[in-house]
């Protein structure tokens, strides 16, 4: 294969790189490797990828082993990246096609972990290379690699500046985490006929026919947008590249910038958005993105591990008095909604912070828009969470004689409200569930709980979902563990469909399913191990209309409407029996049932079928103040 100085007696190639690995003596070892480094890019032997690919497993399965570091691997990475990019010819003989995005890859491997891996690679000049990548000199593929080699350099303190000195890689980023996931569509995706052969092999090893190339398609460009926003997240932690990450157009992308279902580990645009609001340069510009506001109120209501990172965008923004009035409407009621949450993850006492910055907020808010200025309902609402606040301190010295008598008066006007709801009165089943609501004990959250799901079953009904999604956040909030208690994700998600809310409604829709399979509840437990037809008909829904290409999809003519979508993996569905979300709570002949726990669940009927569980995980901030755990 190349000149080496050792050859298997077996081994048909002199100088083969795999022989080499099996020398016994360190020393030769060694010497020979780093020949071989040194030599590979000048060489136009047949077969130059068998070593690649054999150094691209090592460096996934090995990528804190410090010996090819040391030999040389990152110069002759680069080498052969230029060497393809300069000279066609020979990246279109043989199966050097594939070289390129190995060597980027390697590189990116070996730098995702080791901070004096990333500084030997910057002194080997993978730099200006690399970005040739992210440039599109080759492809998107190519491209993905390029992005996540260049964001792993760009996570240490010693190897950032290298990364920003080449100033167009930020605008580069930018520019690709807008447009990735159009170019992958109509570069791949769309036209199956005209797929690139080995971008094919590399996305199923060659082992995958067109159904799973479509779907490793969506994962990779997931990925390639994550990971373009990631390296946006490493410039945005200093001020002076604020003003070019913070334009409305990207900024009101950002939060659709999710990464479907598959990156588990990336911030995405929430976690870009975070750190953008972290300071001050940064919120203005949020501020005055009315969508991106709603879109940051969504998120907090949700029940993923992202949510934490909305409710800090929105505080920050309220304790800012130059941007609180803008946002105050909008976000001080989510937060209330949210008041009642003890812990969230690793946030101990995350309701009582939301508490004790509302007299903060509202101050902001009064000094720019004037004492007048809060309305009626915000001023009941507010009031609501400061005097339940006062309750269960006054609970505290009360004798459990008074709790459990006020615990029963709550219940009997809770049942009346369930005769009222089972009698067809709706508004009069939502009033006595409020009254219940002011009876009842603050430390009693399970009774609580039942009330506030009760109350957003009716909203629904009544055609009100933001009433039912507000409803339905406190019952999850006051609900242990958080956000699990089934019944209210499932009415929350009905609500989120009624609003056109795709996403949201995914996500509540998918905890549901996931709370029904481990509950004792036998209303709630599946039989046979599935699901309810209603619930899987809601999430094919919500993917067909959160799918990762629908919009590239729209534009390019692959979608005219949602009744051309399809099932986006494989499978024909008809839609033509769905109903909506305030047609399908209505059953057991036109009304939905209330028992003595809590409303009936069973809103469609016992329709049922197998859905799993995919799982969507934020990341963590580490002690550097940037994102860690996203690495892959």
């Known amino acids: 294969m190349l000149g080496m100085d050792k050859v298997s007696p077996d081994c048909p190639y002199p100088g083969c790189f795999f022989c080499v690995m099996k020398?016994?003596?360190p020393n030769k070892r060694r010497a020979s490797i780093l020949k071989f480094f040194r030599e590979l890019p000048s060489q136009d032997d047949d077969g130059q990828v068998l070593p690649i690919s054999g150094l691209w497993n090592t460096a996934m399965a090995h990528p804190n082993d410090p010996e090819f570091i040391e030999l040389g691997i990152f110069e002759c990475m680069a080498a052969l990246?230029?060497?393809?990019l300069k000279n066609r010819r020979w990246l279109s003989h043989d199966q050097n096609i594939y070289i390129p995005y190995y060597a980027a890859h390697i590189i990116g491997s070996y730098t995702m972990n080791m901070e004096e891996f990333a500084e030997t690679a910057v002194h080997g000049g993978v730099i200006p290379p690399l970005v040739e990548l992210l440039r599109g000199r080759l492809t998107w593929v190519?491209?993905?690699?390029?992005?996540?080699?260049?964001?792993?350099?760009?996570?240490?303190a010693s190897t950032f500046p290298a990364i920003a000195s080449h100033g167009e890689i930020l605008e580069l980023s930018i520019q690709l985490a807008m447009s990735c996931l159009e170019i992958v569509y109509t570069h791949f995706y769309q036209y199956v006929d005209r797929r690139l052969s080995y971008h094919c092999d590399l996305l199923t090893r060659g082992m995958g026919g067109v159904e799973m190339e479509s779907r490793k398609a969506e994962e990779w460009a997931s990925q390639l947008q994550c990971w373009s926003l990631q390296l946006i997240n490493c410039f945005a932690f200093k001020p002076e590249f604020l003003a070019t990450i913070c334009k409305p157009e990207f900024l009101s992308k950002l939060p659709g910038m999710w990464g479907g279902l598959v990156n588990e580990n990336s911030p995405a645009g929430i976690g870009l958005l975070r750190t953008i609001c972290h300071h001050k340069l940064g919120r203005g510009p949020v501020a005055n993105c009315p969508g991106v506001i709603e879109a940051l109120?969504?998120?907090?209501?949700?029940?993923?591990?992202w949510q934490y990172m909305a409710v800090d965008c929105l505080l920050w923004l309220l304790q800012d008095p130059s941007t609180c009035h803008k946002v105050f409407e909008k976000a001080v009621p989510v937060l209330l909604d949210l008041s009642e949450i003890s812990t969230l993850g690793d946030h101990k006492k995350f309701g009582d912070t939301i508490v004790n910055l509302l007299p903060e907020c509202v101050a902001n808010f009064t000094s720019v828009a004037g004492r007048n200025s809060l309305g009626d309902r915000m001023k009941e609402q507010i009031e609501e969470v400061l005097n339940a606040r006062q309750r269960l301190k006054l609970e505290k010295n009360m004798p459990k004689e008074d709790l459990h008598i006020k615990q029963a008066a709550a219940l009997v006007v809770k049942l009346e409200g369930n005769s009222l709801f089972s009698a067809g009165n709706i508004a009069g089943a939502a009033s006595k569930y409020s009254e219940a609501l002011s009876l009842c004990p603050m430390r009693s959250k399970k009774e609580r709980v039942v009330l506030y799901s009760n109350r957003a079953q009716c909203h629904l009904l009544l055609q009100q979902p933001l009433a039912a999604i507000s409803d339905a956040t406190r019952a999850l909030s006051l609900h242990n563990p958080v956000n699990r208690h089934a019944k209210s994700l499932w009415r929350r998600a009905q609500a989120y469909d009624m609003l056109g809310f795709a996403k949201e409604s995914l996500l509540d829709a998918i905890l549901f399913i996931n709370e029904c399979s481990q509950s004792n509840d036998p209303d709630l437990s599946l039989r046979q191990n599935k699901v309810p037809d209603y619930a899987e008909r809601l999430v094919k829904k919500q993917m067909r209309a959160a799918w990762l290409f629908r919009e590239a999809a729209i534009k390019h003519g692959g979608v005219?409407?949602?009744?051309?979508?399809g099932d986006m993996y494989g499978q024909e569905t008809d839609d033509s029996e769905w109903e909506t979300a305030s047609e399908s709570d209505i059953g057991n002949e036109g009304k939905d049932e209330i028992g003595?726990?809590?409303?009936?669940?069973?809103?469609?009927?016992?329709?049922?079928?197998?859905?799993?569980?995919?799982?969507?995980?934020?990341?963590?901030r580490g002690p550097s103040n940037q994102f860690v755990g996203y690495r892959r």
Request: net charge negative; charged share 40%; with cysteine.
């Open 23 to 25: 020398e016994g003596n």
């Open 81 to 84: 990246i230029w060497k393809g």
């Open 142 to 156: 190519e491209q993905r690699v390029a992005v996540r080699a260049l964001g792993h350099l760009a996570t240490y």
């Open 297 to 305: 109120c969504n998120i907090a209501r949700s029940s993923d591990d």
């Open 560 to 565: 005219h409407g949602e009744g051309d979508i």
């Open 596 to 620: 003595d726990e809590d409303c009936d669940w069973k809103n469609d009927g016992e329709r049922k079928s197998k859905y799993d569980k995919p799982s969507l995980k934020g990341t963590k």
